[in-house]
């Protein structure tokens, strides 16, 4: 009898260590892009619980005019969970993952500060994506400014595209994506060998 007890509590024990890994699997599984009909990003709620990869001021595509230059905004970039640990063991970035960036406007007036600029209100939201079922693996989303904010997008399509393509393909660090701004994932992308000739 006490040999049958012990082999019901190791039954118990593994029974409870095979319902945690297939939970832990159902969630990195499901913290991927969701869509609508096929095509159309769900803006997801939860992406501030993500892995936050960096925060950039005032950077932009074009020289910055008077306006931008006296108020800069903030970029926060975030990725989901499970692509950031596939990432830090591999150094390249696995299908379904996405990619949020945040801006928001800053100040440099407000409480105790005697200089320097914080975060103020939110003033949009974008994404990419890498997933197979876009014809060149990658796409990317806006879900507007954050007056209008859309729960969904569509993929960017015809010249915005062609343009975010041309930049993501010229510019970036690994595959896509802009690994030189994110300094942690940096140095493991060197380490694993998968940076693009020049950085």
């Excluded at 619980?49 to 020289?63: D, K």
């Excluded at 994506?129 to 693996?137: A, H, I, L, Q, T």
């Amino acid at each position: 009898m006490p040999g049958l007890k012990r082999l019901a509590v190791v039954w118990c024990a593994l029974g409870a260590v095979v319902c945690s890994v297939a939970m832990r699997a159902q969630q990195s599984a499901g913290d991927g892009p969701r869509y609508r009909d096929g095509k159309t990003l769900i803006r997801p709620a939860d992406y501030r619980e993500w892995m936050f990869l960096s925060s950039g001021l005032g950077l932009s595509y074009e020289p910055p005019n008077a306006a931008a230059a006296a108020s800069p905004r903030f970029g926060n970039v975030f990725v989901n969970p499970s692509s950031y640990r596939s990432f830090m063991q591999t150094g390249k970035w696995p299908d379904g993952t996405i990619f949020i960036l945040e801006n928001r406007s800053s100040s440099g007036e407000g409480s105790i500060t005697k200089g320097g600029r914080f975060q103020t209100e939110l003033t949009g939201i974008e994404a990419e994506v890498k997933d197979s079922r876009f014809p060149d693996g990658w796409a990317f989303f806006n879900f507007g400014p954050a007056r209008s904010l859309k729960d969904a997008a569509e993929p960017l399509a015809g010249q915005s595209v062609a343009e975010c393509v041309d930049c993501h393909t010229k510019n970036t660090a690994v595959e896509r994506t802009f690994v030189q701004f994110y300094p942690t994932l940096l140095e493991v992308a060197r380490t694993k060998g998968t940076l693009k000739p020049g950085f």
